[in-house]
Protein backbone atom coordinates (compact mmCIF):
# COMPACT_ATOMS: atom_id res chain seq x y z
CA UNK A 1 0.00 0.00 0.00
CA UNK A 2 2.51 2.49 1.19
CA UNK A 3 4.82 1.75 -2.05
CA UNK A 4 1.91 1.70 -4.15
CA UNK A 5 0.81 5.38 -2.81
CA UNK A 6 4.79 6.98 -3.35
CA UNK A 7 4.48 5.73 -7.13
CA UNK A 8 0.78 7.61 -7.69
CA UNK A 9 2.76 10.55 -5.47
CA UNK A 10 5.86 10.85 -7.72
CA UNK A 11 3.68 10.76 -10.96
CA UNK A 12 1.96 13.45 -9.97
CA UNK A 13 5.31 15.25 -9.25
CA UNK A 14 6.37 14.26 -12.04
CA UNK A 15 3.52 15.34 -14.33
CA UNK A 16 3.36 18.96 -12.34
CA UNK A 17 7.32 19.64 -12.58
CA UNK A 18 7.01 18.60 -16.74
CA UNK A 19 3.94 21.46 -16.71
CA UNK A 20 6.00 24.02 -14.72
CA UNK A 21 8.93 23.39 -15.75
CA UNK A 22 7.74 24.21 -19.89
CA UNK A 23 6.14 27.43 -18.62
CA UNK A 24 9.19 28.40 -17.01
CA UNK A 25 11.18 27.83 -20.27
CA UNK A 26 8.27 29.20 -21.98
CA UNK A 27 8.67 32.54 -20.25
CA UNK A 28 12.42 32.40 -20.57
CA UNK A 29 12.72 32.06 -24.01
CA UNK A 30 9.96 34.91 -24.82
CA UNK A 31 11.99 37.41 -22.54
CA UNK A 32 14.92 36.56 -24.12
CA UNK A 33 13.32 36.98 -27.57
CA UNK A 34 11.98 40.59 -26.68
CA UNK A 35 14.95 41.53 -25.23
CA UNK A 36 17.31 40.40 -27.78
CA UNK A 37 14.95 41.17 -31.11
CA UNK A 38 16.24 45.38 -31.28
CA UNK A 39 19.51 44.03 -31.33
CA UNK A 40 19.04 41.04 -34.13
CA UNK A 41 17.45 43.69 -35.96
CA UNK A 42 20.37 46.61 -36.13
CA UNK A 43 23.07 43.29 -37.02
CA UNK A 44 20.30 42.82 -39.55
CA UNK A 45 20.29 46.14 -40.90
CA UNK A 46 23.76 46.02 -40.81
CA UNK A 47 24.89 43.35 -42.55
CA UNK A 48 22.21 44.41 -45.34
CA UNK A 49 23.97 47.66 -45.81
CA UNK A 50 27.14 46.61 -46.49
CA UNK A 51 26.31 43.83 -48.67
CA UNK A 52 24.08 46.63 -51.01
CA UNK A 53 27.16 48.87 -50.40
CA UNK A 54 29.49 46.24 -51.81
CA UNK A 55 27.43 45.01 -54.45
CA UNK A 56 26.70 48.78 -55.40
CA UNK A 57 30.52 49.42 -55.41
CA UNK A 58 31.51 46.33 -57.33
CA UNK A 59 29.03 47.09 -60.11
CA UNK A 60 30.31 50.24 -60.21
CA UNK A 61 33.88 49.30 -60.73
CA UNK A 62 32.86 47.30 -63.48
CA UNK A 63 30.73 49.27 -65.18
CA UNK A 64 33.75 51.83 -65.12
CA UNK A 65 36.11 49.24 -66.40
CA UNK A 66 34.25 47.98 -68.85
CA UNK A 67 33.90 52.14 -69.86
CA UNK A 68 29.79 51.94 -70.18
CA UNK A 69 28.50 55.00 -68.58
CA UNK A 70 27.44 55.33 -64.92
Do not use: W
Not at 11 to 23: F, M
Not at 43 to 52: G, L, T
Request: charged share 30%.
Amino acid sequence: MEEEIVHRVIQRVDVALEYRLREAIAHVVAEQTRSIGPRLREEIESVVRQAVYEAVAEELAANFMAGKPG
